[in-house]
């Protein structure tokens, strides 16, 4: 799933950012800092933060075509 080319993002970059939060998680759970608990609540926030972040791209995307 490639997005436009002004927007520069591909699904290569979503896969990179999802990785390295996951190994994150792991690592901090590994170690004790934070418990399964605590990470998922924060996973919850972190996913629909992005949910917006994207859908509010989409808008974007989606009016700049209008305009031209």
């Known amino acids: 799933m490639t997005r436009g080319p002004k927007s ?7 896969l990179v950012a999802f990785l390295g939060v996951l190994c994150a998680g792991v690592v901090l759970i590994c170690v004790g800092h934070v418990s399964p608990q605590a990470l998922a ?8 933060l992005y ?3 994207v859908h ?3 808008q974007q995307g989606r009016s700049e075509k209008e305009d031209e």
Do not use: E, K
């Not at 520069?8 to 979503?14: I, N, Q």
């Open 8 to 14: 520069g993002r591909t699904a290569l970059g979503d």
């Open 41 to 48: 609540g924060v996973c919850v926030a972190l996913g629909s």
């Open 51 to 53: 949910a917006a972040w």
């Open 56 to 58: 509010r791209s989409r």
